[in-house]
């Protein structure tokens, strides 16, 4: 009868130690996984592995211009974003990040300070910008091209081939600077490569 007693104690000990050997590496595994994931610091987190950035997602840009000796050129930089956000709101951060925030090193604007988004709008048809009148006011053609081509491709980073109406003060804008350059509505990203070039 000693027998059996001995060994269903040596059963009853080799099972608890399975199952704390099992716990404990599901524990570890667990313990990694969540540290992972929470780690801002860790290179390879499975966060960044998973979900980019939503600058990375979207394209979202603000686009200024670059001087490259015997031309002007549009050049993009990243518009940082937190997660989530409609387009319209997408949108609105990156008109607001060129027609407001410094330009960033050896990049240019041309358009006039002070100059207001008023609205942004995305329908069916395209993209309906709003701006305040300054816009319109100074700079000889090459700057009047110049802020067009920045609102143009800031408002189309998401979505190139969208077509973008302008307005100023809720006007349809005709001309930039008086009679001086026609714009035609909508206007698009190969419309102006084609008759508006830098």
Do not use: C
Request: aromatic share 6%; charged share 15%.
């Amino acid at each position: 009868m000693e027998h059996p007693k001995e060994n269903q104690g040596i059963h009853i000990g080799i099972v608890i130690g399975l199952s704390a050997l099992i716990l404990g590496t599901g524990g570890g595994t667990a313990w990694w996984l969540i540290d992972s994931i929470q780690s801002p610091n860790t290179s390879s987190s499975i966060l960044e592995q998973v979900k980019p950035s939503q600058t990375e997602e979207k394209g979202l840009q603000a686009y200024w211009l670059s001087d490259t000796g015997n031309s002007l050129e549009l050049a993009s930089t990243p518009v940082q974003t937190k997660a989530g956000g409609s387009s319209e709101e997408l949108l609105s951060l990156a008109l607001q990040a060129v027609l407001q925030s410094p330009e960033p090193d050896k990049l240019a604007s041309t358009i006039p300070a002070g100059t207001q988004l008023l609205s942004v709008e995305q329908k069916s048809d395209g993209i309906y910008l709003n701006l305040s009148r300054e816009f319109t006011e100074g700079g000889g053609s090459a700057s009047m091209t110049g802020r067009l081509g920045q609102v143009l491709y800031t408002a189309t980073s998401l979505e190139p081939s969208a077509p973008v109406w302008i307005s100023v003060e809720g006007e349809p804008l005709e001309y930039l600077g008086g009679g001086g350059l026609e714009v035609q509505q909508p206007m698009t990203r190969e419309l102006y490569d084609s008759e508006m070039a830098l």
